[in-house]
């Protein structure tokens, strides 16, 4: 079945530096790639996605980067801070407007 | 209040007990999607729809039944409550398919 790939499943991160999550993704027919961040007790939130006829969006310290080809995708936080502590989710759109989800990794940053 | 709101917000219930849980949107989304969360299982479909009285299952729909006699309201009952079906309930709503909105959850202890 269609399915997508997150890693890492745990990313901790010197506050001020950068985080990269990484997805790759198996229906090559897929179109739209949302990120949402989830904080604790809470439920997931969009923050950003990107549609394939784009290869990369920004959103302040937020980017998305699209590559088609190779099938993947990838979150890029830039000066992080410690409200970005959460753990973040990618999807992809399949059939019938439904969102294949990724693992989830767990950003830690760390003061 | 526009949004998605779920009820109750928590929930504790007994092995075998019916319990319905609540989900309300104000946009008149045409779809909603019911998930469960449990440590390291991500985001998994419970049962989706697609308009009013137009339901179909997702990835782990036993257990459970749905409704949407009402394009605003989507309830989930579990109909004989077991241990298993201990979990953080989300439900979720698009209008177009891109960026799903979810509610705050429902976290649901089967005793």
């Known amino acids: 079945g269609e399915n997508v790939e997150q890693h890492p499943s745990t990313l901790s991160v010197q506050e001020g530096d950068s985080a990269v999550i990484k997805c790759t993704y198996s229906?090559?027919?897929?179109?739209?790639f949302p990120w949402y961040k989830q904080e604790l007790g809470k439920g997931p939130q969009l923050i950003i996605d990107?549609?394939?006829n784009v290869g990369e969006k920004k959103d302040q310290r937020i980017a998305v980067t699209l590559n088609k080809t190779a099938k993947h995708f990838s979150l890029h936080i830039t000066e992080t801070q410690p409200e970005d502590s959460a753990v973040y989710f990618c999807?992809?759109?399949?059939?019938?407007?439904?969102?294949?989800w990724g693992a989830g990794t767990k950003l830690i940053i760390k003061p | 209040d526009a949004g998605i709101t779920q009820s109750p917000r928590y929930k504790i219930t007994e092995t075998g007990r019916q319990v319905t849980l609540m989900c309300h949107q104000t946009w008149s989304h045409s779809y909603m999607f019911w998930y469960r969360q449990d440590l390291g299982h991500g985001l998994r479909l419970i049962y989706y729809s697609a308009a009013a009285d137009i339901t179909d299952k997702g990835e782990v729909p036993d257990g459970y039944v749905v409704s949407r006699s009402k394009t605003e309201n989507f309830p989930l009952t579990l109909e004989s409550a077991t241990r298993s079906q201990t979990s953080v309930y989300f439900c979720a709503s698009t209008g177009q398919g891109y960026g799903y909105t979810f509610g705050s959850g429902t976290r649901l202890t089967v005793v």
């Open positions: 990107i549609r394939s």
């Open positions: 229906d090559s027919a897929s179109n739209y």
């Open positions: 999807a992809a759109l399949f059939s019938n407007y439904q969102l294949i």
